[in-house]
């Protein structure tokens, strides 16, 4: 297995310092979110690291926030597909990140326009190009449950359906109280990146804050919370799992607002899946 650093881990430093940590710390490369730094200095900035820092970008995922160019990125990824596309091609990763939309039916306008999108961006790319890795959702409220593409089964009848492969976040998983190892079950013979991550037990009143959820409660460095992220690591070996795991933290899981902290904390996590793989 090949252990990642999501550039999201650390979203507010610049990439040449995430690139550099990353190196120290043993990750074999980096999962690149796209941010506005990406868009400004172009995928030719990121492949001049890449090469700098023999680290390659093994994987591409959708910026976490909308802005300028991504405006609707949260709502649904289907617009952007032709640029995101292009950029995992040029920065040579192997695999991109497809976030499901906020859509409640597949005959509703998001719904018709999430499927008409990625099924066309996917055919395109025919085996030509990198995999697009379909991702399980979070539950941050009740409502993100009747979303299309949120049950493991239905995403997993999706997949098959159209040739998807998929990302499996771990953290996700948790936040519908799913039993990981059993949920591995939809994502085998299709899964291609792991999410790895921890979920934490939190103070009621910050269930009640969902836009809080991807700080504290979710997202967290393995051991920290109540995910069984050992087992499911020993789990994917058997299964003959040699993709990539990638660790998709918090910026406040890693001290990322206390640099000299940070490199500790992901050389332990570098370590984390060595040992449970050994």
Known sequence: MLVSL??????????????AL?????????????GPEVDLRGA?????LSQEYQLPVLTVHPPLFGYRGWEEINENYAPYMEKAVELTQSVGAKLMVVHPPRAYRYDDEEGQRFVKGVVTARNSINGKGPLLGVENGAKFTGRDETYILRALPELREF????????????????????????????FDGRVANVHLSDLRDVPHWLLNQPRLHSYYRQHQL??????????LLRELKQRGYNGTVTYELSPLAVDAL?????????????????????
């Open 6 to 19: 999501s550039t999201g881990s650390l979203y507010f430093y610049p990439l040449r310092w995430t690139f």
């Open 22 to 34: 990353a190196k120290r710390t043993g990750f074999d490369g980096v999962e690149l979110v796209i």
């Open 44 to 48: 030719a900035y990121v492949k001049q």
């Open 159 to 186: 997949a098959d359906k159209h040739d998807f492969a998929m990302t499996l976040d771990t953290a996700h998983i948790g936040t519908f109280e799913l039993d990981l190892l059993a949920s591995l079950e939809f």
């Open 222 to 231: 393995p051991g920290t919370g109540t995910l069984p992220l050992r087992a």
């Open 258 to 278: 206390t640099p000299w902290r940070v490199e500790k904390k992901l050389r332990a996590a570098v370590e984390f899946v060595r040992e449970a793989i050994r």
